[in-house]
């Protein structure tokens, strides 16, 4: 029987236990909160969306890096094996707007306690409130030191987080146990977070539906439709968080971002839209004569993206204003400064780099029995309950592994 050490109690180290231990290891998870899963409780809003009810084929087009690396791990434990895990687990699930998974409770904590449970029936044991100060490996396996003693064990599965939400115990301690055994570590960077803005003050507050986000960086141009507000700091929802994730590894305030807020619109229809107001509200002042075009906070930021004095009585405006403030409808442009800090990422983009590991079994090659998954790994996905998913089968990847006598799984048949 293999000793394994499972390092965090986060969704993908109670995955990692429970398949090492069902595998036949010896497992003691190490933690050092007082109890698991607390970042599982702050996700989704406290309802925590554990998955995505999609195939292998859709996770893998919702990872933002290294979709590649993430293959193997997705057709062995794709959603709905998750899914039905976590049902014959006594955790009812529902599936909602985007196929986005949830307890049915809608309770984070329902997941824990179901993954737990599994962990300890299959005869994982758990030692909260500790500390890991290092690893060690030796000829016969591997020394870990905690504040108070050290374990040994054969295979050790470093599960700890990224930097997001340090407050759940996310703190970078992966990335120091990776460089002590030289692995590459790359700069971790905020994910899925919002976006820094100039002169967005005046719009603070402002929630904005059916619009599209546009950034180009270099000849790289993205675009996102859907929902977005304007915050104290500048831009979040869910078209900015997407943004955010796939433009982290630009220099933010070099990139230009703008907004379309009609995108549904042509231009030749917008125009003829713009014509029916201007001639309904010819009379009023243009501050005025929007109204029924454009959310009130707006109208005096696109007219001065436009331009055109907002006390320009309607039937003063000509063609070539007009033109002017299509434009400014169509490409409303906004000013980034950076993103968010990384604290406040829902997930952290960099880290141990792929290239250090097996994407079987989550081991490194140049350290047999040390595995990495879940966050502290160069990966991550979008909104959805993708980046759970990627913790649950990577962490079942790297359980199995661990405990299996010959450092590989058995090739189980694919659900």
């Not at 390092?7 to 069902?22: F, R, V």
């Not at 125009?271 to 509200?281: A, G, T, V, W």
């Not at 141990?352 to 090659?365: G, L």
């Amino acid at each position: 029987m293999k000793k394994v050490i499972v390092i965090g109690a986060g969704a993908s180290g109670l995955m990692a236990a429970y398949a090492a231990a069902a595998e036949g290891g010896e497992v003691i998870v190490l933690e050092k909160n007082e109890k698991a899963g607390k970042k599982i409780y702050i996700t989704g809003k406290g309802r925590c969306n554990v998955t995505n009810d999609t195939s292998a084929e859709g996770v893998l087009e919702n990872v933002v890096h290294n979709a590649k690396f993430l293959t193997g791990a997705a057709y062995a434990f794709p959603p709905r094996r998750l899914m039905r895990f976590l049902e014959e687990g006594g955790l009812p699930l529902k599936t909602e707007r985007g196929e986005r998974v949830f307890p049915a409770s809608d309770k984070a904590s329902d997941v824990t306690k179901c993954l737990e449970r599994y962990c300890r029936e299959a005869g994982a044991a758990f030692r909260f409130g500790t500390n890991v100060r290092g690893i060690e490996k030796g000829e016969k396996g591997f020394r870990v030191r905690t504040d108070g003693e050290s374990l040994y064990a054969d295979a050790v599965v470093v599960c700890t987080g990224g930097l997001s939400y340090p407050s759940t115990g996310s703190t970078g301690d992966g990335y120091a146990f990776a460089r002590a055994f030289g692995l590459r570590v790359l700069p971790p960077k905020p994910a899925l977070c919002g976006i820094e803005c100039c002169g967005t003050d005046s719009l603070q507050g402002l929630s904005l539906k059916n619009v599209t986000l546009h950034a180009r960086a270099g000849k790289k141009e993205r675009a996102h439709f859907g929902e977005m507000l304007f915050t104290h700091f500048g831009i979040s929802g869910p078209i900015v968080l997407t943004l955010s994730s796939e433009i982290n590894g630009e220099d933010v305030s070099r990139v230009r971002l703008w907004l379309d807020l009609k995108p549904v619109l042509d231009e030749g229809t917008l125009d003829r839209r713009l014509l029916r107001d201007i001639e309904k509200y010819k009379n009023k002042q243009m501050r005025n004569a929007l109204s029924e075009l454009l959310p009130k906070a707006l109208i005096l930021p696109i007219l001065r993206q436009a331009d055109i004095p907002a006390e320009l009585p309607a039937n003063s405006l000509t063609k070539g204003k007009r033109a002017a403030l299509l434009r400014a409808i169509k490409a409303f442009v906004l000013s980034p400064r950076k993103l968010r800090p990384i604290e406040e990422g829902i997930v952290t983009a960099g880290g141990v780099d792929v290239k250090e590991i097996d994407p079987r079994s989550m081991m490194c090659k140049k350290v047999p029995g040390l595995y990495f998954c879940g966050e502290t790994l160069d990966v991550d996905g979008y909104t959805g309950g993708f980046n759970l998913q990627i913790a649950f089968m990577t962490g079942f990847a790297a359980g199995k592994a661990a405990a299996a006598e010959d450092g590989e799984t058995e090739k189980k048949e694919e659900l």
